[in-house]
T-cell receptor, first 111, second 113 residues
Framework: DQQVKQNSPSLSVQEGRISILNCDYTNSMFDYFLWYKKYPAEGPTFLISISSIKDKNEDGRFTVFLNKSAKHLSLHIVPSQPGDSAVYFCALRRGADGLTFGKGTHLIIQP | DGGITQSPKYLFRKEGQNVTLSCEQNLNHDAMYWYRQDPGQGLRLIYYSQIVNDFQKGDIAEGYSVSREKKESFPLTVTSAQKNPTAFYLC????????????FGPGTRLTVT
């Protein structure tokens, strides 16, 4: 029973364009929503987060949108840069129970 | 520099042997976590500890054991009972159990043959 789904295993975007990564969830008890970025053979690094009381949070080129009624989370990166090529995980928190991760989307930025 | 260290980066073992992966943090965090990542999979929680001398099973604890004798250290033992031990293991910490952001170490790649 997968509570958090990232349905696109990979995504290819041209440099300078917008990258949109999506995440769907089933449990409405999640209260914090995070995005992590991961390079091969390294630990994930925190990128951006949003609490359940908001619908948008922006940090430079990164914007996270939360649609609670649709149980949908998205990360927008604009403009996309070569260094953005990595695997992106959405991670959802339910109180003190820690984080539940999606399977990740491999973002490839093409020159 | 504050952070989380995991050593070694690569570890090789023969089947049937127990192996212990180390995780140390100097962030003064209360909570620590162990995850496992397999190709094409997300991070799956093995064990977590919210305070010294206390730990809880995660989603895939079978074949693993942990200890939390010191705040800074949370070693993970992969026992011979773990059926598929070859994986990338990640340790993380957070300020406390209510902190939403977790900080990750660089990971240990364990290969069992």
């Amino acid at each position: 029973d997968q509570q958090v789904k990232q349905n696109s295993p990979s995504l290819s975007v041209q440099e300078g364009r917008i990258s949109i990564l999506n995440c769907d969830y089933t449990n409405s008890m999640f209260d914090y929503f995070l995005w992590y970025k991961k390079y091969p053979a390294e630990g994930p690094t925190f990128l951006i987060s949003i609490s359940s009381i908001k619908d948008k949070n922006e940090d430079g080129r990164f914007t996270v949108f939360l649609n609670k009624s649709a149980k949908h989370l998205s990360l927008h990166i604009v403009p996309s840069q070569p260094g953005d090529s990595a695997v992106y995980f959405c991670a959802l928190r339910r109180g003190a129970d820690g984080l539940t991760f999606g399977k990740g989307t491999h973002l490839i930025i093409q020159p | 520099d504050g952070g989380i260290t995991q050593s070694p980066k690569y570890l090789f073992r023969k089947e049937g042997q127990n192996v212990t992966l180390s995780c140390e943090q100097n962030l003064n965090h209360d909570a620590m976590y162990w995850y496992r990542q397999d190709p094409g999979q997300g991070l799956r929680l093995i064990y977590y500890s919210q305070i010294v001398n206390d730990f809880q099973k995660g989603d895939i604890a079978e074949g693993y054991s942990v200890s939390r004798e010191k705040k800074e250290s949370f070693p993970l033992t992969v026992t011979s009972a773990q059926k598929n031990p070859t994986a990338f293991y990640l340790c993380a910490s957070s300020g406390d159990r209510w902190s939403y952001e977790q900080y990750f170490g660089p990971g240990t790649r364990l290969t069992v043959t």
